[in-house]
């Protein structure tokens, strides 16, 4: 079965801290994909990043960065110098390797305070 | 990029009462799209899968008399809440998946129910 477990519940820094969201997954399957999705107050879901198992390299965009393990089956996620517009909630997700369609798995989510 | 349009973004009704949310995907064609329900400070569950011409494929636990899931176009997807019921209060979000080698999933903004 697949699972994707966030141990963060709640996060808060004051701005311009580092913070590192932790991600941790399972799965059976050999091929998959993994994302990080942002949910502000408004609610909707922003997508961040979609990476492929076999793709390990780590990915910087601007203050965000990703360190996918497959060895430890971790996807974290740092955001460099916080700022207050980074609160919100954050979403780590699963999905199979499915030409045919696939829904996400999501993490419980961590709930990021940025304080001024 | 792809955009996922989900009306509407809130609702009140009373009880006993159907609720239709409907999800389109407005500059590409989704053949599958998917529905998620989210309870304050949880994760969001996925509900069901909808595939365009053929009946929804529903998780387990989600009631598919009450939840009615119509895919009749490429485009739209929409979600019936029948004879709603204060626990069925949350907030529903809806997913549209962009096939093609560099597929991905893109959300909708939301609709928060609250029935009274």
């Known amino acids: 079965a697949q699972k994707v477990t966030q141990a963060q519940t709640e996060i808060s820094v004051v701005e311009k801290e580092d913070v590192t969201l932790d991600c941790v997954y399972e799965t059976r399957d050999t091929t998959y994909y993994l994302f990080w999705y942002k949910q502000p107050p408004s609610g909707e879901l922003v997508f961040l990043i979609r990476?492929?198992?076999?793709?390990?390299q780590n990915e910087i965009s601007g203050r965000y960065s990703w360190n996918f393990q497959k060895s430890t089956s971790s996807f974290n996620f740092t955001i460099t110098a916080s700022q207050v517009v980074d609160s919100a909630v954050y979403f780590c997700?699963?999905?199979?390797?499915?030409?045919?369609?696939?829904?996400?798995?999501f993490g419980k989510g961590t709930t990021l305070s940025v304080s001024s | 990029g792809a955009v996922v349009s989900q009306h509407p973004s809130r609702v009140i009704c009373k009880s006993g009462t159907s609720v239709k949310i409907e999800c389109r995907s407005l500059d590409f064609q989704a053949t599958t799209m998917f529905w998620y329900r989210q309870f304050p400070k949880q994760s969001l569950m996925l509900m069901a899968t909808s595939n365009e011409g053929s009946k929804a494929t529903y998780e387990q636990g989600v009631e598919k008399d009450k939840f009615l899931i119509n895919h009749a176009s490429l485009t739209l997807s929409t979600l019936t809440v029948t004879s709603a019921h204060p626990e069925d209060s949350s907030f529903y979000i809806c997913s549209a998946k962009l096939q093609g080698f560099n597929e991905k999933l893109f959300f909708g903004s939301g609709t928060q129910l609250s029935v009274l």
């Open positions: 990476r492929n198992s076999f793709d390990e």
């Open positions: 997700a699963l999905s199979e390797w499915d030409q045919a369609g696939t829904a996400l798995i």
